[in-house]
């Protein structure tokens, strides 16, 4: 027979808890601080093995994995073949330094990307030393005690200890879909598969129901997450849609120019052109006017983009969100810290038949009282003493200060608590808890099973309309008499219509008929006796009211999703401005009734609604779709584990930083890191910015690649020579769109955004105004090119100087056409270059550039470049300035349409 030290060889789920405890030398209490520290040392911080961050070397090479690259390598090989050292020289020197560029716009974009992924960080409930602590999960050792709920992920793998009908979604490590129901009573043998091994909880897998206790057995990489990081860190990232959409753009503009390009070459070579000099020219054509590099930049701007988000408190947890949010037509948000201030405190008691007596105090302070007379005393200690025992808060003295975590409602009621003279600490010796049902969203009440000298007492809180069908009698104080329903239905609407979230108690004795403590269920909460209500208030975020006010601007329209009764939820409607009348208010109760007539009934009822009120989150699905349906772009916020299927069905799902469960944050694509709705609107301004700053950067890529394209099938239709060398195709796009493009992407907002209307979520990039815009610009920069280039050949200036003016006219109109890309209707003379210093840097910097190259011994013989006179050049920047007059007359005709709505 084995011996105890042999059984603690087998591994935990081989085990009971008895000897589990024995084996990670642990005990009920806790871990002590010392042992904690002892430990972390030894095992190291619970944090899954890290992929090494990509290095600056392997971005750089990464550069040239690119179709263009090799062409233009080839060239350079051709050149040196044809013993034009100084091309090929310049060749390479334009791919390292637009390696070099990409490189840093590529290694930003990712160092980005991490510092935003730091910013969520899992939490842990774990038991030390006798107390609750909320801890950072990376700090866990092997021996802590956790306590798992509902919406929590397993932060380690863990050997349950109790449960309390606790059920994990484990498809990440098994691949079923269907939560698992656990028992911590079960011992399993060695060999038991993991999927079956029912008396274990693993790290990184979903807590979907109920409360549980567990020892954490095996944190980091020696948990079973751990031993498969690497698989699952080596797995690729889907890219936004946005980006897979320009990838397959870029090639469709690829092949045009191709064509293109091929057809101007053939015409070259029929005209007597060698060969070798044809494919110079026609591959930094193609280099120039094909928008290789496009989704790199792109990338770079919503990059920036989730950055801004982040310095605004909105973590895009998705790069599809960024671009996403743009589009956002209907906000269906949480009221409970997201338009409130999540600082819930009961500011009334409501006993039967007594008048609502006030409880005085500030915030998550003990001190206070309440205003009652002698003879209520009892039944405010007997409520207040329910309202401690049915809880899973914490609130105590912690160094000196009052800390608490745990669900609002609990903390507050622990502090009412407090107030009334009731030491919740005492509770647990004289009235120690031996079953508990957590709350369900979905039931809308909790319920605790006590051991008291009088036997076994249940004690239940929830909603009113739950609570008052299971209680017999009420308390008054002349004793405990028959219940009058009515009443108390009568006092719980005053509460709500004053704005209170309105929280009913009852308790009574249980007769288990000698069944066990956890079979405790809610068919055995009846002949209760109601206690009272307590109101509770959490204040508006002040901020909110404008929020939705710009929400009405922009075009978005705000809707309430609360748990909270219909007269309570219509009152903060009310104040915040979003909703007036009774019948755009919804009830979980009509939607129900809706539901079951067809999607077209639920769609009636939800078209017109602004508050949903008293929904289980299970409706918050059905509202999302029936919005979907509508023809919104859906934002939801959710915190609990069951907004998850609503927070994946919506457009956008956003979740709580703080006080979201990490199943919430799991299907989100948006995390708000301060649960605040008016940080839902900077996000919303975000996403518009930097769609609009995405447009921008294809805008001017696309029009510049355009342009000399047009100017070579002109030039080479009237029969004139090539006006411009291969390696000055190559310089202009490396002086202009290298520099340029990426300035962009850090365009600040214009001040407008929340103005106007949602652009459709279905609207193509390369829209109407766009391929406007794109013409136009293309045009005049070719036509313009054409006939100064033309004019000189004809004026008598050999083609070397003639080429010489048409590449100083391109790179200043590409200059200008940067300033010009900056807004698509608002006047360039409107916005200060000083908003956006990196492009006016960029710009001018372009330009010495060119003008530097002008004086270099040989960079100006490889680039076939000459020294203008600054009457030359102010007489060129006269003729690039067309531009300018065209594309201002341009924005200023659109500016009408768009006053008449025709845009």
Same mark, same amino acid.
């Given at each position: 027979m084995e011996t105890p030290q042999d059984l603690t060889a087998l591994p935990c789920h081989a085990l009971s808890s008895e000897h589990a405890f024995a084996k990670l030398s642990t005990r009920a209490s806790g871990l002590t601080r010392s042992e904690v520290s002892e430990r972390?040392?030894? @095992?190291? +911080?619970?944090?899954l093995p890290r992929p090494r961050p990509t290095s600056v070397l392997r971005v750089f090479f990464r550069q040239f994995l690119s179709p263009l690259v090799y062409i233009l390598l080839l060239a350079a090989l051709i050149s040196v073949a044809l013993r034009d050292i100084s091309d090929a020289g310049f060749i390479m020197t334009v791919l390292c330094v637009n390696a070099l560029i990409g490189s840093i716009q590529e290694y930003g974009a990712e160092r980005s990307a991490q510092a935003l992924r730091a910013l969520t960080v899992s939490k842990a409930l774990v038991l030390r030393e006798d107390e609750d602590h909320e801890i950072a999960a990376e700090e866990l050792v092997p021996g802590d005690l956790v306590i798992l709920e509902a919406g929590s992920k397993v932060p380690a793998d863990l050997r349950l200890i109790s449960d309390g009908g606790i059920e994990v979604d484990e498809s990440l490590l098994t691949g079923e879909s269907v939560a698992v129901s656990? =028992?911590?009573?079960?011992?399993?043998?060695?060999?038991?598969?993991?999927?079956? +091994? =029912?008396?274990?909880?693993?790290?990184g897998t979903l807590v979907t129901r109920g409360r549980a206790h567990g020892i954490a057995v095996a944190t980091g990489s020696q948990t079973q997450l751990g031993r498969i990081a690497s698989s699952l860190s080596g797995a690729e990232s889907g890219r936004p849609p946005l980006l897979v959409r320009m990838d397959r753009f870029s090639r469709r503009i690829a092949l045009a120019v191709t064509v293109a390009v091929v057809v101007l070459g053939g015409v070259s070579v029929i005209r007597g052109n060698s060969l070798g000099s044809v494919f110079l020219l026609a591959v930094a054509l193609a280099v120039s006017a094909i928008p290789e590099g496009l989704p790199v930049a792109l990338t770079v701007a919503l990059s920036i983009g989730a950055r801004r988000m982040g310095q605004r408190k909105v973590i895009a947890r998705r790069l599809v969100a960024v671009e996403a949010l743009g589009s956002c037509t209907f906000i269906a948000s949480d009221k409970t810290g997201t338009l409130t201030m999540n600082q819930l405190v009961a500011r009334v008691l409501a006993l039967p038949r007594s008048e609502p007596r006030l409880v005085q105090g500030q915030g998550h302070q003990p001190t206070g009282h309440i205003d009652m007379p002698s003879e209520e005393q009892a039944q405010v200690v007997r409520l207040c003493t329910a309202a401690a025992l049915c809880n899973d808060g914490f609130f105590g003295l912690r160094d000196d200060r009052w800390v608490h975590h745990g669900d609002a409602v609990d903390v507050a009621l622990l502090v009412l608590s407090h107030r009334a003279g009731v030491q919740p600490a005492a509770l647990d010796v004289s009235h120690p808890r031996v079953a508990a049902m957590p709350f369900d969203p979905e039931h809308r009440f909790a319920a605790t099973l006590h051991r008291h000298e009088d036997g076994l007492l249940a004690v239940v809180k929830g909603a009113g309309e739950r609570i008052l069908p299971m209680c017999t009698r009420m308390a008054t104080p002349a004793g405990d008499v028959a219940i009058d329903i009515a009443a108390l239905e009568l006092q719980a609407t005053k509460l709500a219509a004053s704005g209170y979230r309105v929280l009913a108690l009852a308790q009574g004795s249980v007769d288990l008929a000698g069944q066990p403590a956890a079979d405790f269920a809610a068919s055995q909460l009846r002949s209760l006796t109601f206690l009272g209500f307590i109101g509770m208030l959490d204040p508006l975020r002040p901020e909110a009211k404008d929020a939705i006010a710009a929400c009405r601007a922009a075009g978005i329209q705000v809707a309430m999703v609360t748990g909270d009764h219909p007269v309570t939820a219509l009152s903060i409607a009310r104040e915040l401005g979003f909703a007036e009348r009774e019948d755009q208010v919804i009830t979980g109760t009509r939607l129900a009734q809706a539901a079951a007539q067809g999607d077209a009934a639920v769609d009636a009822l939800v078209r017109e609604a602004r508050v949903f009120a008293r929904v289980e989150p299970t409706q918050k699905l059905q509202i999302v779709q029936a919005l979907s349906r509508l023809g919104h772009f859906v934002a939801v916020t959710g915190d609990g584990a069951n907004d998850a299927p609503a927070l994946r069905a919506a457009h956008i799902g956003v979740a709580m930083g703080e006080r979201g469960?990490?199943?919430?944050?799991? =299907?989100?694509?948006?995390i708000l890191a301060d649960d605040n709705f008016a940080s839902i609107v900077a996000g919303v301004e975000e996403g518009r910015i930097s769609y609009a700053n995405v447009r921008?950067?294809? @805008?001017l890529s696309l029009a510049s690649g355009a342009a000399e394209v047009l100017l070579f099938v002109l030039t080479t239709a009237t029969g004139l020579p090539a006006p411009l060398w291969p390696v000055q195709l190559l310089w202009l796009n490396l002086v202009t769109n290298g520099i340029q493009d990426v300035a962009l992407a850090f365009e600040p907002k214009e001040g407008s955004e929340l103005k106007k209307p949602p652009r459709a979520p279905g609207e193509p990039i390369f829209n109407r105004l766009m391929i406007e815009r794109m013409t136009v610009s293309a045009l005049v920069i070719s036509l313009v090119t054409f006939g100064l280039y033309a004019w000189m050949l004809r004026a008598g200036y050999d083609v070397a100087a003639a080429q010489n003016g048409a590449l100083l006219l391109l790179v200043l109109f590409e200059n200008i056409q940067a300033g010009d890309s900056r807004s698509e209707t608002a006047s360039a003379f409107s916005l200060s270059p000083l908003r956006n210093p990196l492009l006016l840097i960029g710009t001018l910097s372009a330009q010495l550039l060119h003008i530097s190259a002008m004086y270099i011994p040989g960079l100006r013989d490889v680039l076939h470049l000459r020294p203008v006179s600054l009457s030359q050049w102010l007489w060129t920047l006269s003729l690039s300035? =067309?531009?300018?007059?065209?594309?201002?007359?341009?924005?200023?005709f659109l500016r009408r349409r768009q006053r008449a709505g025709r845009l």
């Open positions: 972390l040392v030894l @095992y190291g +911080r619970n944090e656990k =028992s911590a009573a079960a011992i399993w043998p060695v060999e038991t598969a993991i999927a079956e +091994r =029912s008396n274990m909880a693993f790290a469960t990490d199943v919430a944050k799991e =299907s989100a694509d948006l921008k950067v294809i @805008y300035l =067309s531009l300018i007059v065209v594309t201002e007359l341009h924005k200023w």
